[in-house]
């Protein structure tokens, strides 16, 4: 048997922990400062903060990223259909490119993303609307796909019963599965958490906490950083059913968006802010004024009036300068990095984590 410490309870090390009990010689303890049924959850752990979708933001020649985000894809849209209590919903995603951004930043020229051609384009259904379809006042193209909303927390908790469920429904004292709360300040301490003695691997899932690990590489601390993220959550009033963006330019606010994602039970998450480095809690409070005034102007179809904001999340995206660092280095495995897709890659990053895992037990012949 081997035994498997994951730090980290966001999508990432849920979804990898999931994974690695697949196997039933992996016994595997989560260790994590924070869980998804947390209360109070802090701005820096991330994944609770998310929408999220599936939109893939692989470019044209990063197959590396297309592959993982694909593996996502088609994992989300099984539990769409098997699993109604993970609460990841399936729903029409639209992207609406206004006239000002066509001109300024495409120069003229339509752009869709890799998933819009071949195989994948016909599996999401990709299709660029016709002018009847939108304003062409204000958008210069649009174009839609079958896309999915993940409501996060409560999928985060999904999966940890999924993982109850592979270990056997009741903990005892050699259960392939548990949980630590804890904080590990090295990841070489990581290793005495582990449930069932001292552990074989570590996975390292911290996100942006990464950073802050005593032992990380010097040179890759300096490689993490936050882009903050806003949404509120507000009771869906509007009529909107579809996720739906708009691929905002306001050279005044260059780091604003504008995003939704209607949930199953009736929240509307509105979208948002991409702030590079910006480890601040505080919200200008003038940003949800410009957000529904460019709602009304964009979006006038939909009912922005008395809108009932239940809450307010500021997140940090866990960027990694060079891209995601899944990697294993002796006897631990590096999985962070994953920025503003940790929802839409965290299967097909799994996939890789266990293949290093799979690795490092051939070669110590486990
Ligand atoms: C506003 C917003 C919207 C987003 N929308 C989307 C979207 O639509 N689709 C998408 O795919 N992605 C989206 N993202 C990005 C996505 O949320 C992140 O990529 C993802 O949550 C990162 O997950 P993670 O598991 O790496 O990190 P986290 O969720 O931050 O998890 C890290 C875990 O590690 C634990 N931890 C950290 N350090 C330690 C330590 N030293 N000891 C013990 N435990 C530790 C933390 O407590 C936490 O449990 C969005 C992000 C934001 C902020």
Redesign the pocket.
Known sequence: MTKIVV???????LTVAHELLKDETNQVTI?????PTDFDVST????????????SFASDDDIFTQEIDKIGYFKYKEIIKNSPEADVTARTDVHYVPINKFNKVYKGIKKFPWFAYGDMGKTVNFRELDESEYDTTKFAYAYQYDGLVIR?SYYMTYLLNEMWKMSGSVETSNSRFSLRR????KLLDAYDYHHLGKADLVIN??????K??IDLEPEEKEKVYPI????FVAENTTGMKKITAVDLLDPQYPEERLYF?PRREGELII??AYQVNNYSKVVDPTFIVRLITRCKYYLPQYKWDNLNIIRT?V????FRKGGYRIERKGKIVHC?G????????SWGCAVKVVDLVNDYKNKSKF
Do not use: D
Request: some cysteine; charged content about 5%.
């Open positions: 730090v980290g309870s966001g999508v990432v090390g260790v994590s400062q924070q869980f820096l752990y991330t994944s609770p903060n998310a929408g999220a979708n599936w939109h996060t804890g904080t590990i300040k899932c911290t996100g942006i906490l990464s802050e690990l903050r993220g806003i949404v994602m979208g948002g999340q997140g940090y995206r866990p962070y994953m920025g503003a897709a940790g929802f839409q890659s």
